[in-house]
Nanobody, 118 residues
């Protein structure tokens, strides 16, 4: 089970940190975690991903240099630090995990809304 939190209403240039607590897994060592987002009227898009070992962070070009994905292996929590937020970052953000042997995410959180006002 994944529980996302941390969304809210902020202004352009502000920062937010999203969290995604993962439960029901004794070990996440064979998983990767990722963040996706879906803006109103648009399809869900990839934002960032990271292996649970902490290596190989990967970002969409639209957030590179502004967002940082990380995880806490003790707390089994995935994070997305979002800096220099823009109105176009407004979306519902979803976290997910997948076994590293698979390309598709197998478990998803419920989503948390981020609204960036201009």
């Amino acid at each position: 089970q994944l529980q996302a939190s941390g969304g809210g209403l902020v202004q352009t240039g502000d920062s937010l940190r999203l969290s995604c607590a993962v439960s029901g897994r004794s070990s996440l060592s064979i998983y990767a975690g990722g963040w996706f987002r879906q803006a109103p009227g648009k399809e869900r898009e990839f934002v960032a991903s990271i292996a649970w070992s902490g290596i190989n962070p990967y970002y969409a070009d639209s957030v590179k240099g502004r967002f940082t994905i990380s995880r806490d292996g003790v707390k089994n929590t995935l994070y997305l630090q979002m800096n220099s937020l823009k109105p176009e970052d407004t979306a519902v953000y979803y976290c997910g995990i997948r076994p590293t042997s698979r390309n598709q995410y197998t478990n998803w959180g419920q989503g948390t809304l981020v609204t960036v006002s201009s």
